[in-house]
T-cell receptor, first 111, second 113 residues
């Protein structure tokens, strides 16, 4: 059974720092991995989608990597800003076409 | 290009009542999935609709039912509401089984009193 874990559960850093959020999964048989952002009480915004054949994807200050063999993905945020404060969720599309979720990392960027 | 649209945004219902939530998928998407998200928790999969049929279902009771229309839009119905049904209900659309990713709506906040 696929399980997705996100570490840390919460992170608080000063503005301007570069930071890394981690996502691990137990079964490497995935179609893709997707990173989402969620602001309090709001819906989910897709940040990056990495197909299983890809190693990384970049969008602006965000870079996500995927190492399928080791079951790991990282989301790198460069030059963090207070507006980056949110909960970040990763999800893998497993071999049954089901989206399996991590519990999220709550990120606070202090001005 | 409109993304996923959900209505209403907020809803207050009384225990025992019935509620219908609506979702219009992103243009080009043919599959709609519904999720329940309680405060402080991750999304829980309710069910997924494709070609007007329920294709997959999570661990939710039969009080939760749905429908997909020929234009790919979808409804989520919840009967005999319980206080524990209070949550953010998220709709997501996709195509090709989700291999091109999921797009989520802004959600419907349901409060049962």
């Amino acid at each position: 059974k696929q399980e997705v874990t996100q570490i840390p559960a919460a992170l608080s850093v000063p503005e301007g720092e570069n930071l890394v959020l981690n996502c691990s999964f137990t079964d490497s048989a995935i179609y893709n991995l997707q990173w989402f952002r969620q602001d309090p009480g709001k819906g989910l915004t897709s940040l990056l989608l990495i197909q299983s054949s890809q190693r990384e994807q970049t969008s602006g200050r965000l870079n996500a990597s995927l190492d399928k063999s080791s079951g790991r993905s990282t989301l790198y945020i460069a030059a963090s800003q207070p507006g980056d404060s949110a909960t970040y969720l990763c999800a893998v599309l497993d071999s049954n076409y089901q989206l399996i979720w991590g519990a999220g990392t709550k990120l606070i960027i202090k001005p | 290009d409109a993304g996923v649209t959900q209505s209403p945004t907020h809803l207050i219902k009384t225990r025992g009542q019935q509620v219908t939530l609506r979702c219009s998928p992103k243009s080009g998407h043919d599959t709609v999935s519904w999720y329940q998200q309680a405060l402080g928790q991750g999304p829980q999969f309710i069910f997924q609709y494709y070609e007007e049929e329920e294709r997959q279902r999570g661990n939710f009771p039969d009080r939760f039912s749905g429908h997909q229309f020929p234009n790919y839009s979808s409804e989520l119905n919840v009967n005999a509401l319980l206080l524990g049904d209070s949550a953010l209900y998220l709709c997501a659309s996709s195509r090709q089984g989700g291999t091109y990713g999921y797009t989520f709506g802004s959600g419907t906040r349901l409060t049962v009193v």
